[in-house]
């Protein structure tokens, strides 16, 4: 599952967002930690999907450290963290963790918490690429922001939760708040710094054209439609299957299951 974690390093201490998904991921994390010879200060979560959060418990041990969240993102964990596991636990066995650690602070949108007096400050997006979006921004001029899956950096997305519409919402709010030239590091794809706030907005809506075009009167042949008119727009593999497990929750939220369209 290619899927990133950050640490900023401070003087003194390292700072983790996100934590990975699966039990051998999150240990490697945890080594390129300690191979920095500074202590963990806290962990900290962009948004409520299991391969952003689920690396935690592997990430902090037994150890009592912050591990903040807006707290609509640490409300979705708790309340969707059961379904994940009867979801994911068929999928990756014993590389999903048995037991998850939950985040034990929480932050409001535009509240910042300073570690090494280097300040984070959480933007609270709310639904979108997920059920609970958020974006950490770094530093006092905030140049510097860990987006989760705001955008995806050129991979296949995740759209079955049914928020595009609010996705779209977040990316027209990131565009107008970050700072000019931001670094933007993302929870999928290549960690350039870049922004593909554009790159993303097509894909979405390539995706919701192509559900809407396609001929539900045949189920498998619409979906068949929909992921050949996605992966002309992306022909490379990387999480395509993501994509495709949104095709039919995509399209009984907008009603074309059942020969409705919205």
Not at 198 to 219: G, P, V
Request: glycine residues 8%.
């Amino acid at each position: 599952m290619p899927v990133n974690a950050y640490i900023v390093e401070t003087s003194r201490g390292a700072v983790v967002i996100d934590s990975t998904l699966t039990v051998t991921d999150a240990r490697a994390l945890r080594s390129r930690v300690q191979e920095l010879g500074k202590p963990l200060l806290a962990v900290l979560v962009t948004h409520a999907h299991p391969d952003h959060y689920g690396g935690a418990v592997e990430l902090l041990g037994d150890r009592d450290l912050p591990f903040f969240a807006a707290g609509g993102v640490d409300a979705v964990i708790r309340r969707d963290d059961e379904v994940k596991e009867q979801i994911i636990r068929p999928m990756f066995g014993e590389e999903w963790p048995r037991e998850r650690r939950f985040p034990n602070q929480t932050l409001g949108d535009g509240e910042s918490v300073s570690f090494d007096g280097v300040p984070f400050t959480v933007m609270d997006l709310g639904p979108g690429e997920s059920p609970h979006d958020s974006v950490w921004l770094v530093g006092d001029e905030r140049l510097v922001a860990f987006a989760g899956d705001a955008a995806y950096e050129h991979m296949h997305c995740y759209l079955a939760d049914g928020f595009w519409e609010p996705w779209l919402a977040n990316i027209a709010r990131l565009r107008a708040e970050l700072a000019p030239g931001a670094e933007v590091h993302l929870g999928h794809g290549d960690p350039r710094g870049s922004a593909p706030f554009d790159w993303q907005e097509r894909y979405i809506k390539t995706f919701i054209d192509a559900l809407r075009a396609a001929d539900w009167s045949d189920r498998e042949a619409a979906k068949a439609a929909v992921i050949r008119a996605v992966t002309a727009y992306l022909p490379a593999a990387d999480l395509q299957f993501l994509m495709e497990l949104s095709v039919e929750p995509v399209a009984a939220q907008l009603g074309l299951l059942a020969g409705q369209a919205s």
